[in-house]
């Protein structure tokens, strides 16, 4: 059974920072593009970064947050640094097999979802 296990959310004051994580299992995602997402409360949920043999970031958190994955650990990270309060939201992470086209902000192409993690920056 495929599972990603989202970990590191939690309260930090604005301008702190946090460290995502997510553990996969059940399937090797080396040849996978891993992906977090956020949803705040009462907007969509929206892509924040992705890395596939390349990799993209939401242009408001460009400059602060920086994916990383250890394929060797089957785990993706998603560093936070600067937040604002405006990050607030559940973060969560998806994967999907590599694709000859690059459209990471496309949910319906990801095959598995963690439960999300809650990330709330006060002000």
């Known amino acids: 059974q495929v599972q990603l296990v989202e970990s590191g959310g939690g309260l930090v004051q604005a301008g702190g920072s946090l460290k995502l994580s997510c553990a996969a299992s059940g399937r090797t995602f080396s040849s996978y593009t891993m992906a977090w997402f956020r949803q705040a409360e009462g907007k969509e949920r929206e892509l924040v970064a992705a890395s596939g043999g390349r990799t993209s970031y939401a242009d408001s958190v460009k400059g602060r947050f920086t994916i990383s994955r250890d394929n060797a650990k089957n785990t993706v990270y998603l560093q936070m640094l600067s937040l604002k309060p405006e990050d607030t939201a559940v973060y969560f992470c998806?994967?999907?097999?590599?694709?000859?086209?690059?459209?990471?902000?496309?949910?319906?192409?990801?095959?598995?979802w963690g439960q999300g993690t809650q990330v709330t920056v006060s002000s």
């Open positions: 998806a994967a999907k097999r590599f694709l000859s086209s690059w459209n990471p902000q496309t949910e319906g192409e990801y095959d598995y």
